[in-house]
């Protein structure tokens, strides 16, 4: 079954530190896409990354950065040198070779000044 | 820039009401989906549509029903509301292919007293 799991509930930093977000998943599937979304206090889900099983490499956009492993299957988000509109809810989705999306239950993060 | 629209923000309706939420996207996106979210639980996928007149059954489809008429517009319908129903509800759009990825409108929050 396809599973994904983000077992931090909620994570508190301060201002300025880095924070990283976990992200585990399940699949059978040998092709398969990784997602993270945010979604601050006004509710709209924003896209960050999408990856591709095929593609481990890690990505950095600024301040994010993912690192992707399929071997341990994971695929964790850190946040840089966080500042206060980082503070949201973070949601990592798992995609098959359908068009599902499978959620996380999400990570909410609060980043205090 | 991508758009998906939902019709209201906030709604409030009595128990045993119909009520018809609506998304439009301008993408020309042939995949539309109906996601709730509840605390604790994430996104889990209530219906979801490839093309016009054309539905499938997410995860969590009772008690609920959709309506594709034309491309753009997507509507889930709760034939008789009920307390149970009271969530964040999300729409998103995706265009067709493996690669491409959801993209979300605002959300409707449903209280159902």
């Known amino acids: 079954a396809q599973k994904v799991t983000q077992a931090q509930t909620e994570i508190s930093v301060v201002e300025k530190e880095d924070v990283t977000l976990d992200c585990v998943y399940e699949?059978?599937?040998?092709?398969?896409?990784l997602f993270w979304y945010k979604q601050p206090p006004s509710g709209e889900l924003v896209f960050l990354i999408r990856r591709n099983s095929f593609d481990e490499q890690n990505e950095i956009s600024g301040r994010y950065s993912w690192n992707f492993q399929k071997s341990t299957s994971s695929f964790n988000f850190t946040i840089t040198a966080s500042q206060v509109v980082d503070s949201a809810v973070y949601f990592c989705?798992?995609?098959?070779?359908?068009?599902?999306?499978?959620f996380g239950t999400g990570t909410r993060l609060q980043v205090f000044p | 820039d991508v758009k998906v629209t939902q019709s209201s923000r906030y709604l409030v309706k009595r128990t045993g009401e119909k009520v018809f939420l609506e998304c439009v996207q301008d993408?020309?996106?042939?995949?539309m989906f109906w996601y709730r979210q509840d605390p604790g639980l994430g996104l889990r996928l209530i219906y979801f549509s490839y093309d016009v007149k054309m539905k499938e059954k997410g995860d969590i489809p009772e008690g609920y029903s959709v309506s594709r008429e034309k491309k753009e517009r997507f509507s889930l319908i709760l034939e008789s509301a009920s307390t149970n129903q009271t969530s964040m509800y999300l729409c998103a759009g995706k265009a067709g292919g493996p690669t491409d990825t959801q993209y979300f409108g605002p959300g409707t929050r449903l209280t159902v007293l």
């Open positions: 699949t059978r599937d040998t092709t398969y896409y």
């Open positions: 993408m020309d996106h042939e995949n």
């Open positions: 989705a798992l995609r098959d070779n359908t068009d599902k999306l499978i």
